[in-house]
């Protein structure tokens, strides 16, 4: 069946420019995950969300980041006022179950955005 | 969250078993070992988990040292598709979801 998807799979923003990034996740999974991955930094968890609620758990510290569920299976990454320190391998991953027994998590081809 | 130590890169030929070790000394007895994947240009994906006894699934077998301070994921025929960098993770069951990544190891299978 379908995987987890995302678009756009390339981004090329310009800095101080807004960018969203769009992930589809597999229809019933119920926590939806956003991660960003560096070759410098390896990988780390920018925010999650569960199906009850829109606005995400955020992992991230700076404000620019923020996540919204328009739909249950529909996650949205919002990067407000990017960085060239933004550019990065942004990757989403969905999970079926909620809460601490939820052991795999599904993820998505990434989105490579490079900030100028 | 505890730490977990791999070897930067391991290689294998085609066709033979590998043995992925993992050290994770200061895990507490709550958490769960979890192995993914990540192959190139794709997204991590899942192997394997294990509390304390060993496990065997379709991909792979987890070998969980009896102190739980290590543990082996073992590929018992690596293919050329097993090339991959592989991650051990901690999950802690107490509320902890997302997923702490480290470096991992990168394999290398030769034909």
């Known amino acids: 069946g379908a995987g987890v998807s995302q678009s756009p799979r390339y981004k090329v923003a310009k800095r101080g420019r807004d960018v969203a990034l769009r992930c589809d996740s597999i229809?019933?999974?119920?926590?939806l995950y956003w991660y960003r991955q560096t070759l410098g930094q390896g990988s780390e968890v920018l925010t999650y969300?569960?199906?009850?609620?829109?606005?995400?758990k955020s992992g991230r510290p700076s404000g620019r980041f923020s996540a919204e569920r328009p739909e249950r299976s529909v996650s949205t990454l919002k990067i407000q006022r990017t960085e060239q320190g933004d550019s990065a391998v942004y990757l989403c991953?969905?999970?079926?179950?909620?809460?601490?027994?939820?052991?795999?998590?599904?993820f998505g081809p990434g989105t490579r955005l490079t900030v100028t | 969250d505890a730490k977990t130590t791999q070897p930067n890169s391991m290689e294998s030929n085609e066709e033979e078993p590998v043995h992925l070790p993992c050290n994770h000394s200061?895990?507490?007895?709550?958490?769960?070992i979890h192995w993914y994947r990540q192959l190139p240009s794709q997204g991590p994906e899942y192997v394997i988990h294990?509390?304390?006894s060993n496990v065997n699934n379709r991909m792979a077998s987890l070998a969980i040292a009896e102190d739980r301070k290590s543990s082996t994921l073992i590929l018992h025929r690596a293919t050329l598709r097993d090339a991959a960098v592989y991650y051990c993770?901690?999950?802690?069951?107490?509320?902890?979801?997302?997923?702490?990544f480290g470096s991992g190891t990168r394999l290398q299978v030769q034909p």
């Open positions: 991953a969905s999970s079926y179950l909620s809460g601490p027994e939820c052991y795999e998590q599904y």
């Open positions: 229809s019933g999974h119920v926590t």
């Open positions: 969300s569960q199906s009850d609620a829109q606005r995400d």
């Open positions: 200061t895990i507490s007895g709550t958490d769960y």
């Open positions: 294990g509390l304390t």
């Open positions: 993770i901690l999950r802690d069951r107490a509320g902890r979801r997302a997923l702490t």
